[in-house]
Every structure is written in C-alpha cells, then in structure tokens.
C-alpha cells in the first residue's frame, strides 16, 4: 500500500487528484468544528455521557464528532447513504427506475438527480426531528420557531454541502468521495477512542500490567483488521469456459474466465440495517423522553440496547444480541438477492455460449449459482457478525464505551482497500496512455 502511495506521488496527474482530496478533506474537517447558531453545545454532551447506545455512538462515529458537538455538519453524510440505498431497493422494485438504469449514462445521472433531492428531503426531516426533539428538551437555548428553524435550515445545507464535496471529490479527486468522507470522520474518532481505552486500561497501572493491556488491546486490533482484510478480499470463483465459434476461416471463442463472488457479497449493509432497525425504537423513545420506566415497552428497549449486551450484571437482556446476529443474516441474505440474480448471469452466459464446466445451460446453471451464493453468504454473515460481536463483548464485559466498532472497521479497511485499487488503476491507464504516446 505504502509503494502504491510513494510510486502515486511521482505522478502529476496523480498527485493533484490526491492533494485536491485532501484539501477537500480539510474543510471538511474544519467545517465539523463550526457549531449551530442557537445551541446549547453543553446539552448535547450530557446527552451522550447518559446514553451510550450503539445507535448514538456510531452515528457520532460516522459524524466525526459533529453530532456530539452539534456542528453545521452534525448530520454528515448520512442522509445521502440512507437515500443511495432507497433508490437501490427502489431501483430494483420499479421497472422504470430499472430501465433508467439500464439507460447508460443519461439514466444514471437522472438517478443520482433524484437521489440528490431525496437527500435534502431526508435531510430537512431528520434535522426537524432533532431541531424539535432535542430542542424541547434544551437543545436549544431559547426553544421557539425562529431557533429552531435556523437549525433545520442549517444542517440541511451542512448534509448538502457534504454532498457536494463528497461528489467533487469523486469527480476531480481520487476513489468514491462519498465514502471517503465517511472514512475520515470514522478515522477522526480514533485519537479519542484510544485514549479513552487508555485512561480506562492502561493509566495508573502497574507498568506489567499496563503494557499487557496496551498489548492485548493491539493484538485484538489487529487481528479484526487482518480478518477484515481477508474478509473483504475473499472471492470463490467459478469457473466459465466459452464454446468455440467458425465465423468464415477464422475461430472464435474458446477462452476461459470466472465468476468472481466475494464472500462478503453484501458489504456492510446488513450490519447497518439490522442495527438502525433495532435503535429506531430506542432514537424515537429519547425524542420522546420515554424508555426509563419499569414496564415492558421499556424492557424491550433495554433488549434492544447494545450497551446492555454482554454485561455481567444485566445478562437478562442479551437476548438482544441473538436478535441482531438474526437480522444480520436474513439481511445478508435479503440483500444480495436483491443485488445480484443468479438466473440473469445464467441466460447472459447461455446467450455467449459460455457454461461452467460439469453444469448444463439453463436451469442447471441457476441452480447451481444459486446453492454456491447460498453457501457463501452464510460464510460471509457469520465473519460480520464475529467482526461486529467482539467489540460488543468488551464493551459489555469490560464497559469500554468507545465509538469505533466492527461497521466503523469494516467500512475503514473496504473503503482504503478500493481507493488503493483505484489509484493502482488510475497509474495502470497513465502508463498504459504513455506507452501508446511514444
């Protein structure tokens, strides 16, 4: 990665699309420490010292702080990625959103349109609830219609303006800008997290017992990112042999290729699903002021609450855990058989003449694509939720409440791992254009 770095300095072209991404990033990272006109900056923070959900923690995560400090960029890019993935879904369940898809370039940019305006909707919905939400419970210094419209009207151009930035970097800069962004509040937690687990393992120990924390600490850091990476990387590929043609004198055909299907087909996106459907309830208790009571509602809540998970003195509602690692493997399977059709891949290799050796065209084919995706998909959810349980058991166990977790390294080292690529790709197409020049 490092080579690929240096190698990608030495190229002009290059280096400015990587020095204009970072000086995106900077801004970024300037605009998150702007706060909201009208806010209490306090009130946020006592908020979160109460509540220490996985649901808060990982959108402060994916915020970078924003949220906790209730910046004009509290709202981050979220409302983007919510819209991105209902347009997907939306993609697949309306023919003529479909054929917009199928219609090259012109039908792609009608679709990223309309995902831009469904952002801003979500955009002003979400920043509404929060504005009346939180601002009857003191957000807000003085709570009225004026107020609490400038916030609304402030993280709605903030989430816009991210918007913006993440697509000028896609544009002129190098990798996927939106999660780029993404990444770098996700990465912009770190420094505080650490030093949280430092404060709370290692300081005021023993220099035994304090170095054998760090090390352990490390070690398990460590071992989620190489599992990751394998994770990420891991494909089973079929083999596809394609039938010879005689067109005049000549012959055709005859090579051999795969079908490459990662293990973890479906990304991150059932690990996100599964928790936002199980922290819904618990975001729309707090807005409500509910959830602290003795009832059963309440009790359920707690259940769902991934703070309470794994704790040796509340181990009564760790049932919550075996309903998330539930949800993630029916999202798992929900989603990829949205995103990818055995039967389409089977009738384009039946129209190419190609086959995988050993399985008849046709119906054999889809069968058989179907029982291997099956087999990985399961593979691939049980390495997310390992990835996912592991800091949920010591947060749990040990009460280490930081905000980076297995979504936050799952979407660190996919998103790093493809931007390399790209620049790999970029440099590949550079020498490749220099080669035919000369």
């Known amino acids: 990665m490092f080579k690929t770095v240096r190698r990608a300095f030495q190229i002009a072209d290059v280096r400015k699309k990587i020095l204009y991404t970072f000086m995106m990033l900077i801004v970024i990272r300037i605009g998150s420490e702007l706060p909201t006109p009208g806010v209490d900056p306090d009130f946020i923070q006592d908020f979160f010292a109460q509540n220490t959900g996985e649901a808060f923690n990982f959108f402060n995560a994916i915020?970078?702080?924003?949220?906790?400090?209730?910046?004009?960029?509290?709202l981050s890019i979220t409302p983007y990625i919510t819209s991105s993935i209902i347009m997907q879904l939306l993609t697949i369940a309306i023919p003529k959103l479909e054929e917009m898809h199928k219609d090259g370039e012109d039908g792609r940019k009608k679709i990223a349109a309309i995902t831009r305006y469904l952002t801003v909707v979500l955009s002003l919905i979400q920043s509404t609830a929060m504005a009346v939400g939180f601002g009857r419970q003191g957000l807000l210094k003085e709570f009225n219609f004026v107020n609490a419209a400038i916030v609304?009207?402030?993280?709605?151009?903030?989430?816009?303006?991210?918007?913006?930035?993440?697509?000028?970097?896609?544009?002129?800069?190098?990798?996927?800008?939106?999660?780029?962004?993404?990444?770098?509040?996700?990465?912009?937690?770190?420094?505080?997290?650490?030093?949280?687990?430092?404060?709370?393992?290692?300081?005021?120990?023993?220099?035994?017992?304090?170095?054998?924390?760090?090390?352990?600490?490390?070690?398990?850091?460590?071992?989620?990112?190489?599992?990751?990476i394998f994770l990420q990387d891991g494909q089973r590929r079929i083999a596809v042999q394609y039938s010879q043609k005689m067109q005049g004198r000549r012959m055709f055909g005859g090579q051999s290729t795969y079908i490459p299907l990662r293990v973890n087909t479906a990304g991150v996106i059932p690990i996100i699903f599964a928790s936002s459907l199980m922290q819904t309830p618990i975001l729309i208790a707090t807005f409500l002021g509910k959830g602290d009571g003795d009832g059963i509602g309440s009790e359920i809540l707690r259940g769902l609450n991934q703070s309470n998970w794994c704790n040796p003195q509340q181990l009564q509602y760790s049932w919550g855990l075996v309903v998330y690692i539930i949800l993630t493997v029916f999202f798992a399977y929900f989603y990829t058989s949205i995103t990818?059709?055995?039967?389409?891949?089977?009738?384009?290799?039946?129209?190419?003449?190609?086959?995988?050796?050993?399985?008849?065209?046709?119906?054999?084919?889809?069968?058989?694509?179907?029982?291997?995706?099956?087999?990985?998909?399961?593979?691939?959810?049980?390495?997310?939720?390992?990835?996912?349980?592991?800091?949920?058991?010591?947060?749990?166990?040990?009460?280490?409440?930081?905000?980076?977790?297995?979504?936050?390294?799952?979407?660190?080292?996919?998103?790093?791992?493809?931007?390399?690529?790209?620049?790999?790709?970029?440099?590949?197409?550079?020498?490749?254009?220099?080669?035919?020049?000369?």
């Not at 937690?189 to 120990?205: C, H, N, W």
């Not at 384009?348 to 119906?363: A, H, L």
Request: charged share 10%.
């Open 63 to 74: 915020t970078g702080g924003s949220f906790e400090q209730m910046s004009v960029l509290a």
């Open 152 to 228: 609304v009207l402030t993280l709605t151009a903030g989430s816009a303006f991210l918007m913006w930035c993440g697509e000028r970097i896609t544009e002129k800069g190098v990798g996927n800008g939106i999660s780029i962004v993404l990444v770098i509040n996700i990465i912009s937690r770190i420094p505080s997290d650490m030093a949280t687990l430092y404060e709370q393992f290692v300081k005021g120990k023993s220099l035994a017992s304090g170095g054998l924390a760090a090390l352990i600490i490390l070690a398990i850091i460590l071992a989620l990112v190489v599992f990751v």
């Open 340 to 438: 990818f059709n055995p039967m389409e891949i089977a009738n384009n290799m039946k129209k190419s003449g190609g086959f995988i050796p050993g399985i008849r065209p046709g119906k054999p084919t889809v069968e058989y694509l179907t029982k291997i995706l099956n087999y990985i998909i399961f593979i691939g959810a049980c390495g997310l939720i390992l990835v996912q349980i592991v800091p949920i058991f010591f947060n749990g166990w040990l009460g280490a409440h930081v905000s980076f977790g297995g979504t936050s390294l799952i979407i660190i080292v996919s998103v790093i791992l493809e931007t390399i690529k790209q620049i790999e790709s970029q440099m590949l197409v550079r020498n490749y254009k220099g080669f035919l020049n000369s």
